[in-house]
Each structure stands twice: as structure tokens, then as C-alpha cells.
């Protein structure tokens, strides 16, 4: 999986990719947890799939590819992007107030869905420096 060549940095993204990714198992939202149970990450995976293929691809392939470093450049903006939808788009808010209600999403975010929020923000900071690094 890991190249002889993997440098200290790469090891770390790789890692810290991985960790972005399980915090996807986390309780993000709930109304009322004894009535409705929790929402996972999890469940929204099938909009963070296609960004986390994207940039794991490009974590454990070579990095010679200029066109994949910017396609997970673009990957990891998405998922920006997909955490704000989330955060107004859960399925019980849009069922209820039909809509993107953003200030519920607020107010039901458990501290799983900020943990993970904080770990993609620092991933996409974090990133930044690799893609200019690799494309310059």
C-alpha cells in the first residue's frame, strides 16, 4: 500500500485522510435521540463517496498525475461543500420544513458532525499545501 518512497508528509496525509473518514461514523444529528434516534455521517455517504474515491485515489497512487491532484483538489473542496449541504439538507428537516433550513441544522448538530467538520477544514487546509507543492 505504501510506497518506499512515501515520505513522512505523504504517511501523514494518508492518515489523516483515513481518520477524516472514519469520523464519518459519528452521530451527527438528532431531534430527539430516544424518539428518533441518531444520524450518522454515514448515512450521507452517498454524497461524500465520490470526493473520498477521488482523494484516496490520489493518496495511494503515484503522484506523477497532475490531473488527479487537481481533481482531488476539487475533491476535498466538495467536501466543504457537501458538510454545509448536510448541515441544512438531513432528511428529517427537509421532510418537516421542506427545505434547506440552516439554522435547524444548527441547532441539531451533535458534537460529532463539528468534529468532523473541524477534521475536513483542517484537510482541506492541510491539502492546500500539498497541491501547490505538487504543482509548482
Known amino acids: 500500500m505504501l510506497s518506499r518512497k512515501s515520505t513522512r508528509w505523504d504517511i501523514f496525509l494518508r492518515i489523516f485522510f483515513i481518520v477524516c473518514t472514519f469520523s464519518l461514523f459519528l452521530p ?42 487537481v481533481a482531488a483538489e476539487f475533491s476535498v473542496t466538495a467536501n466543504l461543500a457537501v458538510l454545509v449541504a448536510v448541515l441544512g439538507l438531513w432528511q428529517e428537516i427537509c421532510n418537516i420544513k421542506r427545505g434547506f433550513q440552516l439554522l435547524d441544522g444548527l441547532h441539531t448538530a451533535l458534537p460529532g458532525f463539528w468534529f468532523s467538520a473541524l477534521l475536513f477544514i483542517l484537510f482541506f487546509l492541510i491539502f492546500q499545501g500539498e497541491f501547490w507543492k505538487r504543482l509548482v
Open 28 to 69: 451527527w444529528f438528532t431531534y430527539h435521540a430516544p424518539v428518533m434516534g441518531y444520524r450518522f455521517g454515514f448515512t450521507f455517504i452517498q454524497l461524500f463517496a465520490i470526493p473520498l474515491l477521488v482523494i484516496g485515489v490520489y493518496l495511494f497512487m503515484p503522484k506523477k498525475n497532475n490531473a488527479l491532484l
